[in-house]
């Protein structure tokens, strides 16, 4: 194994929540490491048009998005790794972070490896992917405007993408796998109530059909076994999200999802590691949320070091 230098600061993650990070604590001079991940970015690499991250009125693609963040914390010196971490030991200090067989030393750390949207996992749900299939209805929403939009899912998720969309969709209708609701009993009410949502219970997605875009999906009923076809424009999945926090099981404390828990701001009970983004909230999960969630625990991470100078 082969040791390295001892860094101020390694921020494991590179959604807008890690480069944000990385951009505040470079401009601090604390000449970060990020740890990117062999795919790098996050979960804006796989939405296409972004509007409503501030500074961007023509939009931005998600993509060209984060090559700018990465720009920008690169520009005031934060080094990068495109590689996974495979472990962490929280329990030494410095802290230590292996990559394969790199092992890295740190005496702060921010982990921001975000959240990974579970998909239904069929073949055209990748090959349409952000040309009418999204996970996002704040994020895509509006690009369906008068045109008809599937929603998959029971849960919470499911209802507030669906009433969302109502905004901009011609119909709704919500495939769930069930003929029950998981989803709170007032989001039911809720979306019972509102004329344009529809159901289609114990029923699953087979296919999602269209060449270029999205044309509609055929669904299976898990009852009868019968197959039909509906039009949509859209599809949203909205099946759960699912933290990226294996590595981090056993040393950091993890709710009954495996999000981190925090101990005020973006303070870990574990003294000198950081969270940022959507590992520990599931709540806003939006990429301004993430970022400002990355400006926090750099300062957060910069107070730690003031006030932990290095021996
Ligand atoms: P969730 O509660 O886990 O619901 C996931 C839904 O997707 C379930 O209905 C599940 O079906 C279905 N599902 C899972 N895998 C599937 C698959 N492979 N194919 C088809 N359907 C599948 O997730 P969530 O809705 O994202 O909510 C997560 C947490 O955040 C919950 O605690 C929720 O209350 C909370 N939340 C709250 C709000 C709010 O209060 N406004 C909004 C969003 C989320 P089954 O029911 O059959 O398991």
Known sequence: MMAEKVRNLIIIGSGPAGLTAAIYASRALLEPLVIA??????????????????GFPESILGPDLMVRMREQAAKFGTDFIDDDVTS??????????????????????IVATGASALWLGIESEKRL??????????CDGAFF????????????????????????????IIVH??????????????????????????????????????????????KTGTESSIEVKGVFVAIGHKPNTEIFRGQLPLD???????????????????????????????AVTAAGWGCVSALDAQHYLEEHPAD
């Open 129 to 138: 992917m952000g040309k009418g299939v999204s996970g996002c209805a704040t």
């Open 256 to 286: 009954e999802k495996g999000y981190i828990r925090l101990d005020g701001g973006s303070r870990t009970p574990v003294e000198g590691v950081f969270a940022s983004g959507d590992v520990h909230d599931h709540r806003y999960r939006q």
């Open 145 to 172: 405007r008068n045109l008809p939009i599937a929603v998959i899912g029971g849960g919470d998720s499911a209802l507030e993408e669906a009433l969302f969309l109502t905004r901009f969709a011609s119909s709704v």
């Open 37 to 54: 991940g062999r795919s790098p970015g996050g979960q804006l690499m796989i939405t296409s048009d972004v509007e409503n991250f501030p």
């Open 177 to 222: 796998r069930r003929d029950e609701l998981r989803a709170s009993a007032i989001m039911a009410k809720k979306a019972r109530e509102n004329g344009k949502i529809s159901f289609i219970w114990d029923s699953v997605v087979k296919e999602i059909k269209g060449e270029k875009n999205v044309s509609g999906i055929v669904i299976k009923n898990v």
């Open 88 to 109: 962490v030991d929280f329990h030494s200090r410095p802290f230590a972070i292996s990559v394969g067989n790199r092992v890295l030393h740190s005496r702060a750390v």
